[in-house]
């Protein structure tokens, strides 16, 4: 996949938790934590958009692509 997840390097500089981050974007932590693994195929644009809320941060801090 040339799609990377970065999430959990954003999480890291900003010290938050999975809990934390879960609580704060509204959904469970099982699928906060594939997201972050990157062991899902889509994420929902109102999902990312409270990701980038909570960490303030930008979609391409938490995505990279890679050419095959």
């Given amino acids: 996949m040339a799609i990377i997840l970065r999430l959990d390097r954003v999480m890291a500089d900003r ?21 972050k693994t990157g062991k899902v195929s889509a994420i929902r644009f109102s999902t990312l958009d409270a990701i980038c809320k909570a960490l303030d941060c930008q979609p391409g801090d938490i995505l990279e692509y890679r050419a095959d």
């Fill in 15 to 35: 010290k938050m938790s999975l809990n934390a981050l879960a609580e704060r974007v509204g959904i469970a932590n099982v699928n906060l934590s594939k997201i």
